[in-house]
């Protein structure tokens, strides 16, 4: 249905050699599976094959070639490799790769199902040997077999995650105090990600204050005692919240959670005196 040969004539001009396509008349009856989309892109795809059938056009070529959009292209690439005639395909897609393991633009097959078409897609097509006289790419393929050639491989740089900090991180030190003093029965520097992330913000705001280890030692003390030894208050954020009272000795407002009933009857009986006028 579809003619791919390579041609010769005598001319003046250089590039003597002329590769055409002929469309045959029995595609007339096949052509109402086309979609106009698909029908452009499957006249592209074969105006790049070589005499095997076989072309690997990039997706910026076909979308200068054709004037549509890349998500039609795509859409239309989905219709062809599932369209059959009688029964078999018009279209084949293999993936290709540089040298140096780059995925580059897909090689495509014009009716993979005909005679020889199996050995074709299992083998590379750009290295099987052909005979005198015959092109192995189209002009079309051989400029883009150029362009990949030139191109420089650039190596996308990897994002790290977050990590723990290093031994002599200012931070690390001012965290590994406020920890030696709130969980003593264990290694100061052995702590999960999760605690670092929660508590970088401010160490490092500390850090960035002058305050040393041996003031976050000593301010995690004096809050863990005026708080009852309820170490699970005593957290960095509150320790920082509340840290020119741990510091000065200044009273302490009570962390949430700390009043005790008695604490809150009280606090009642004051509010109900002063509605009543009483002193």
């Given at each position: 249905m579809i003619t791919i040969f390579n041609g010769g004539r005598r001319s003046l001009s250089e590039g003597a050699d002329v590769t055409y396509v002929q469309v045959h008349h029995a595609m007339v009856?096949?052509?109402?599976?086309?979609?106009?989309?698909?029908?452009?892109?499957?006249?592209?795809?074969?105006?790049?094959?070589?005499?095997?059938?076989?072309?690997?056009?990039?997706?910026?070529?076909?979308?200068?070639?054709?004037?549509?959009?890349?998500?039609?292209?795509?859409?239309?690439?989905?219709?062809?490799?599932?369209?059959?005639?009688?029964?078999?395909?018009?279209?084949?897609?293999?993936?290709?790769?540089?040298?140096?393991?780059?995925?580059?633009?897909?090689?495509?097959?014009?009716?993979?199902?005909?005679?020889?078409?199996?050995?074709?897609?299992?083998?590379?097509?750009?290295?099987?040997?052909?005979?005198?006289?015959?092109?192995?790419?189209?002009?079309?393929?051989?400029?883009?077999?150029?362009?990949?050639?030139?191109?420089?491989?650039?190596?996308?740089?990897?994002?790290?995650?977050?990590?723990?900090?290093?031994?002599?991180?200012?931070?690390?030190?001012?965290?590994?105090?406020?920890?030696?003093?709130i969980f003593p029965e264990l290694l100061v520097s052995e702590f999960l990600l999760g605690e670092w992330m929660s508590a970088r913000h401010i160490v490092y705001q500390m850090n960035h204050k002058g305050i040393t280890p041996e003031q976050v030692s000593q301010a995690t003390r004096t809050l863990l005692m005026k708080w009852g030894n309820r170490r699970e208050l005593v957290t960095m954020n509150s320790l920082w919240k509340?840290?020119?009272?741990?510091?000065?000795?200044a009273p302490v407002i009570p962390a949430k959670g700390t009043r005790t009933v008695a604490d809150v009857s009280a606090s009642a009986i004051d509010i109900f005196r002063k509605l009543r006028g009483e002193s």
């Open positions: 009856k096949h052509l109402h599976l086309f979609t106009p989309s698909g029908w452009s892109l499957f006249t592209a795809l074969s105006l790049h094959m070589d005499n095997n059938g076989y072309c690997f056009p990039s997706m910026p070529q076909l979308e200068g070639v054709t004037g549509m959009s890349l998500p039609t292209i795509r859409r239309a690439f989905e219709i062809l490799l599932e369209l059959r005639i009688d029964g078999k395909r018009i279209l084949a897609k293999k993936e290709r790769f540089t040298a140096s393991g780059r995925q580059t633009s897909n090689g495509y097959w014009l009716f993979p199902d005909c005679e020889g078409g199996s050995q074709i897609l299992e083998g590379d097509p750009t290295k099987s040997e052909r005979g005198e006289g015959i092109k192995s790419c189209t002009p079309i393929n051989n400029n883009h077999i150029e362009l990949e050639s030139n191109e420089q491989v650039i190596t996308p740089r990897k994002r790290k995650g977050p990590q723990l900090p290093k031994m002599d991180d200012p931070g690390r030190l001012l965290f590994e105090a406020y920890r030696e003093v509340h840290w020119s009272s741990a510091t000065t000795g």
